[in-house]
C-alpha cells in the first residue's frame, strides 16, 4: 500500500489559504484522490471560547498545549480514516503542528512539546511537504482584508512580522514551499496544485526557476541562513540522485535524498524523502566518484512578496554567489532587493546547475 501523503498548508494572514483548500479539493478529486482536509484548531478553539491574546499565562498555556494535542489527534484519527479507503488518499492540514510554535517564546513550546511527549523534529517528521503561502500583506497589500476573517485583528506590519515567523518555524522541513504572491491570484493556485502534484508522484513539466550570478552589498534583512553540504550518488541513465545535508543557526539537521528521473521530453518525477544521520553516513558510500561534494551557505528571504535564496558557495566553488527565485512566473518582474547588483542571468545555463558545478575539472 503506497504511503498516504499528509500535506500542511500554512502562510501569513490574508495568504488565500481558504480558497486554496477549495481548489485542493476539487482539483485532485477529480483525479480519482480521496482529499481529507484537517480544518484550522487554532481557528476551532477561538470560536469556542480560547484567547491567544491573554495576559493570563496560566490559560494561554493550557490553550495551547490542548491545541497541539488536538492538533495531533485530529490528524493521526484522519490517518486511520485514510487508511480505510479503496482509492489513493491525500490529508491536507489547515496549518500543522509548528504553526503554533511561532506564536509563543521557545521555551514555553520546549515545555509543552515535552509533556505532549514529542519534540520539533518529531512533529517535522510527522508530514511529507509544506507549502507556505506568502500572507497578502507582504507584496500584494491592495488584497489584504480582515474581513474575509472576523478572527483576524492584526495590522500590515504584524502580519508581515507573523508571516516570517511561521516560515522560520517550518525551516528544518526538507520539503518547504514557499508560494509567493502573484499579480494573478490563479498563478498562486496553481503553483499550490502543482507541489502538491510532485509531492505524489505525479509527472511534471520542467520548469525552470530563474537564477543570477549576483554580487552583495549592503544591508540585508532578517534571513533564515543554513549550511548545505550536497553530495550526486551514482545513478541510472536519464536519473539524479542527490543528498543533501543541512544544518540551521539553532542546531537543526536535516538530511534529504532526492531522485530526479526524466520521464518524457519535457516532464519529470521527483521523490524525495527524509533519512537518518546513520543512512546519510552509509550512502554516502554511493557517492559519484566524478563529482566533489557542493558546499554552500543559504540564505532564505522574502521581499516585497516574492521569495529568494540566495547560495554563497564555499571552497573549490568560493566566488560563486548565486540567487535563486521561487515561483515567479516568466511574464512577471523580479523584485530585485537593493543590496542586490545582478552580474548575469544564467536561467537556464546548464553550467551553472549544481549537478555540473559538482563535476570534477580533469
Excluded at 483576524?152 to 514557499?178: F, Y
Excluded at 550518488?233 to 537543526?252: F, H, I, T, Y
Excluded at 554567489?321 to 552580474?343: A, Y
Aim: net charge negative.
Amino acid at each position: 500500500m503506497n504511503k498516504i501523503k499528509k500535506i500542511v498548508l500554512t502562510g501569513g494572514p490574508c495568504a488565500g489559504k481558504t480558497t486554496a483548500l477549495v481548489k485542493i479539493i476539487e482539483h485532485f478529486s477529480s483525479l480519482g484522490f480521496k482529499v481529507f482536509t484537517i480544518p484550522e484548531v487554532p481557528t476551532l478553539f477561538l470560536q469556542a471560547g480560547m484567547d491567544y491574546l491573554t495576559k493570563n499565562l496560566n490559560f494561554f498555556y493550557e490553550g495551547e498545549k490542548a491545541t497541539l494535542e488536538i492538533q495531533l489527534q485530529l490528524e493521526d484519527k484522519f490517518l486511520k480514516m485514510a487508511e480505510q479507503v479503496d482509492e489513493p488518499a491525500v490529508i491536507i492540514c489547515d496549518r500543522g503542528a509548528l504553526d503554533i510554535s511561532a506564536y509563543m517564546k521557545p521555551a514555553m513550546w520546549e515545555e509543552i512539546t515535552g509533556l505532549v511527549d514529542t519534540t520539533t523534529q518529531a512533529l517535522l517528521n510527522r508530514y511529507d511537504a509544506v507549502l507556505h503561502l506568502v500572507s497578502a500583506a507582504d507584496g500584494a497589500e491592495q488584497f489584504y482584508t480582515t474581513s474575509t476573517n472576523k478572527e483576524r485583528t492584526e495590522g500590515l506590519e504584524l502580519a508581515r512580522e507573523l508571516d516570517k515567523k511561521v516560515i522560520n518555524a517550518w525551516s528544518g522541513h526538507p520539503h518547504l514551499r514557499v508560494i509567493n504572491n502573484h499579480d494573478d491570484f490563479d498563478t498562486k493556485l496553481n503553483r499550490v496544485l502543482k507541489e502538491i502534484s510532485s509531492v505524489l508522484g505525479l509527472a511534471q513539466p520542467i520548469t525552470e526557476e530563474r537564477k543570477y550570478i549576483v554580487e552583495v552589498s549592503g544591508e540585508m534583512p532578517a534571513t533564515i541562513d543554513s549550511d548545505i553540504t550536497q553530495t550526486y550518488l551514482v545513478a541510472e541513465p536519464d536519473s539524479e540522485v542527490r543528498l543533501r545535508k543541512r544544518l540551521w543557526a539553532n542546531g537543526k539537521r536535516v538530511n534529504v535524498h532526492t531522485m530526479k528521473k526524466a520521464v518524457g521530453g519535457n516532464e519529470q518525477v521527483e521523490t524525495e524523502r527524509q533519512v537518518s544521520n546513520a543512512l546519510y553516513e552509509s550512502l554516502l558510500s554511493q557517492a559519484d566518484p566524478y563529482r566533489r561534494t557542493i558546499h554552500k551557505k543559504r540564505r532564505s528571504f522574502i521581499w516585497k512578496g516574492q521569495y529568494f535564496e540566495l547560495d554563497t558557495y564555499l571552497e573549490q566553488l568560493s566566488g560563486i554567489i548565486i540567487l535563486e527565485t521561487k515561483g515567479i512566473t516568466n511574464t512577471e518582474d523580479v523584485n530585485f532587493p537593493p543590496f542586490i547588483k545582478v552580474v548575469k542571468d544564467i536561467t537556464g545555463d546548464r553550467d551553472y546547475y549544481n549537478y555540473n558545478l559538482a563535476l570534477r575539472k580533469a
